[in-house]
């Protein structure tokens, strides 16, 4: 029988310092601009992935925007990953960005910086909805591009505990249910964090990339993503908001 253990829940989030944790969110959007610049073996499949969901008056162009949530259709723009230091009686949030069209040259970036953070400062990797989305959809990307999985992904066919490293603000926050999904946009407006969607939200991404030519605007928008989940994991431990003037950002824009 599967059971849910609250204590350890409680447990593992009181013991975790927030210092020992890279915040992380990603970008991504249909590979191409439109469902016609597929192969037609690839249109053919997004017609038959597509049937499973889209409406009966709905062709499969007509949804060809949601190709980007999918890591076999679509491709990283962006990668946004921070942590938190005290520095002068002072807590400090550093956040950097890896954007651009070439994907597999951001992903081998970012893949070197997660080798190098294996055994050293950083213990964990946290992200909103991470186990269902950014984790697998980095690493599916990783291999399709020929690079090898840095140790943090690779976890294929590891028991639940060989993963704890990899934290989801998600996960935490339903305390062993499984059916409901809450928006990272829902829990910052109940905690009085700041939301990250002033300017676009994930659903203007692909527009923004493909029509404006943007990157800038979506790397912005990533790291406010991510400034919002660790603002919330530490609304999860009861410890005060990181302020405006403490955010700093050493993306080179």
Same mark, same amino acid.
């Given at each position: &029988?599967?059971?849910?253990?609250?204590?350890?829940?409680?447990? %593992?989030?009181?013991? +975790?310092?927030?210092?020992? $944790?890279?915040?992380?969110? $990603?970008?991504?959007?249909?590979?191409?601009? !439109?469902?016609?610049?597929?192969?037609?073996?690839?249109?053919?499949?997004?017609?038959?992935?597509?049937?499973?969901?889209?409406?009966?008056?709905? =062709?499969?162009? !007509?949804?060809?925007?949601? =190709?980007?949530?999918?890591?076999?259709?679509?491709?990283?723009?962006?990668?946004?990953?921070?942590?938190?230091?005290?520095?002068?009686?002072?807590?400090?949030?550093?956040?950097?960005?890896?954007?651009? !069209?070439?994907?597999?040259?951001?992903?081998?970036?970012?893949?070197? &910086?997660?080798?190098?953070?294996?055994?050293?400062?950083?213990?964990?990797?946290?992200?909103?909805?991470?186990?269902?989305?950014?984790? *697998?959809?980095? =690493?599916?990307? %990783?291999?399709?591009?020929?690079?090898?999985?840095?140790?943090? +992904?690779?976890?294929?066919?590891?028991?639940?505990?060989?993963? /704890?490293?990899?934290?989801?603000?998600?996960?935490?926050?339903?305390?062993?249910?499984?059916?409901?999904?809450?928006?990272?946009? +829902?829990?910052?407006?109940?905690?009085?964090?700041?939301? *990250?969607?002033?300017?676009? !939200?994930?659903?203007?991404? /692909?527009?923004?990339?493909?029509?404006?030519?943007? +990157?800038?605007?979506? /790397?912005?928008?990533?790291?406010?993503?991510?400034?919002?989940? /660790?603002?919330?994991?530490?609304?999860?431990?009861?410890?005060?908001?990181?302020?405006?003037?403490?955010?700093?950002?050493?993306?080179?824009?």
């Amino acid at each position: &029988m599967l059971y849910y253990n609250y204590s350890n829940h409680c447990t %593992m989030l009181n013991h +975790l310092n927030e210092k020992d $944790i890279l915040f992380i969110d $990603i970008e991504t959007v249909p590979g191409v601009p !439109d469902l016609e610049g597929f192969s037609e073996e690839l249109q053919r499949l997004w017609d038959k992935k597509s049937s499973y969901f889209r409406k009966e008056d709905e =062709a499969a162009k !007509d949804v060809f925007q949601r =190709a980007g949530i999918y890591a076999e259709f679509g491709k990283v723009i962006c990668i946004s990953s921070g942590f938190i230091k005290d520095l002068d009686n002072r807590r400090l949030f550093r956040v950097k960005s890896v954007y651009g !069209d070439d994907e597999k040259e951001l992903l081998s970036e970012f893949a070197g &910086m997660l080798a190098g953070l294996s055994g050293g400062t950083y213990k964990f990797l946290c992200a909103h909805n991470g186990k269902e989305f950014d984790y *697998p959809y980095l =690493a599916r990307r %990783m291999l399709i591009n020929g690079l090898d999985l840095p140790q943090f +992904l690779d976890i294929a066919g590891k028991k639940p505990w060989e993963s /704890a490293h990899l934290l989801d603000t998600l996960e935490l926050w339903k305390f062993g249910e499984y059916k409901n999904f809450t928006s990272l946009d +829902l829990l910052t407006n109940i905690f009085g964090i700041p939301t *990250p969607k002033t300017d676009i !939200d994930g659903s203007d991404v /692909a527009r923004v990339y493909w029509e404006e030519k943007d +990157l800038k605007r979506i /790397a912005e928008y990533c790291e406010r993503d991510v400034l919002a989940v /660790a603002q919330l994991f530490l609304k999860y431990k009861g410890l005060p908001l990181i302020s405006e003037e403490n955010v700093e950002s050493v993306t080179v824009f």
